[in-house]
């Protein structure tokens, strides 16, 4: 088609926006992205991406030195460049609350709505509570110069972090909530390749496209604390909860993803998503789904307790000046995120207990001293292990995974347990190795 393609605005580059800005321009679009804090944007313009993503940084340099992809400060910059606005902003846990912050989203949509120069299409990409496109589409309304042709649809994102860029490239499927038949076409041209290589598009309304992206991530959540339920009943029968999951995920209704036992789901999204989802149930008087993510939440924050109560009884009943080497900050592997990293929090619960705690993680060392500068960090994992009576592995890296055993046994004190609190260790050759080995619902 010889009809222009349309231009594209990102608001907000965090993982999300700065990974959806640099795969629109890889996909040939001229794009905009928007971001508050200036540091970030002269970072991403000089083809830096603040953060480990990998295969961003090759995506973001290609975007930027073939002149399609720029930074910028200046909403109303972006405002009056793009036909399509992608709003990516966070939404945070509200301090003191469940319910999600929403600040950011109301400010990004009234922001851009009040700039517009020319007809726009507005796209939330957000995690929101169900309910907030409708209400962003009538301040959008409001503010939005009289005359032009202003509309709102919603499409949720579901990219993983460490797999962004896939994800964003080739998506599952692409959910468009709300889009009127114009605005329908221009995502479609938006999203024409993945279309092209057979990615479904769903296309329904606002509540639903919003409810589609909570849902997922609320089962998915619900999936992790399902399966370290029954990781606790194997610990009490001496069974072995990852033949378990093995012997489950043959089941193609029941599948073997999301059904690793062990320390438990943390991150910027599950955690928040289903405390935001229990609020919201909870404000519309839908009781059955406030009570199961009650106990999704539960489950999976005394995870937590479990590895540190595990520790504290390698270590004799207390941690007391003991020396725990930590294996793993980020809340998974494949990124730097620590944001409600399940590591982070046993290690400074250990720390607080009066261990002495050395943290080691490939590639969240910087981000895990800026949100607890009081742990101690080393750079290897033979100098987390170093004179350690316990050994606890929190992170799944592939360097602990293909760690040497033996090697490691020679440095920490005799007689050492290694918890892996995420059953990814190969049990037998560690064992075999002389460490005294602990997994979670691993039978003994
Ligand atoms: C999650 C979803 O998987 C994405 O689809 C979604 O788009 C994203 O949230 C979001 O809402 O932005 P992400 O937070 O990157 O993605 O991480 P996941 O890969 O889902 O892992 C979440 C947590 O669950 C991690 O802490 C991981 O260690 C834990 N997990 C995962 C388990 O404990 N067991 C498992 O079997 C799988």
Known sequence: TDQPRPRI???????????????????????????????????????????????????????????????????????????????????????????????????????????????????????????????MAARVREVAPAGLRVELAWNPEFLREGKAVHDTLSPDRVVVGGASPWGDDLLRQVYARPLSEGTPFIATDLPTAELVKVSANAFLATKISFINAISQVCDKAGADVTVLSDALGHDVRIGRQFLNAGLGFGGGCLPKDIRALMHRAGELGAHSLVALMQDVDEINMWQRQRVIDMAVQACGGSVLNRRIGVLGAAFKPDTDDVRDSPALNVAAGLHLRGAQVVVYDPEAGETSRRMFPTLTYGTSTEEAVTDADVVLVLTEWPVFREADPAKLLGLTRPGATVIDARNCLPADTWRQAGWTYRGLGAAR
Do not use: I, W
């Open 9 to 135: 605005s990102v608001v907000g580059t965090g993982y999300l926006g700065a990974t959806h800005a640099a795969a629109m321009a890889e996909l040939g679009f001229d794009v905009v992205g928007v971001d508050v804090d200036p540091a970030k944007v002269e970072a991403l313009s000089a083809g830096k991406v603040p953060f480990y993503e990998p295969g961003l940084p090759e995506l973001l340099v290609r975007g930027v030195e073939s002149g399609r992809l720029r930074f910028t400060t200046d909403l109303a910059e972006a405002a009056a460049f793009a036909d399509v606005h992608f709003v990516c902003v966070g939404t945070p846990q509200r301090p003191g609350s469940n319910g999600a912050d929403l600040r950011y989203v109301e400010a990004a949509f009234e922001g851009l709505a009040q700039h517009l120069t020319h007809d726009a299409l507005l796209v939330g990409k957000s995690t929101v509570p169900v309910g907030t496109g409708a209400r």
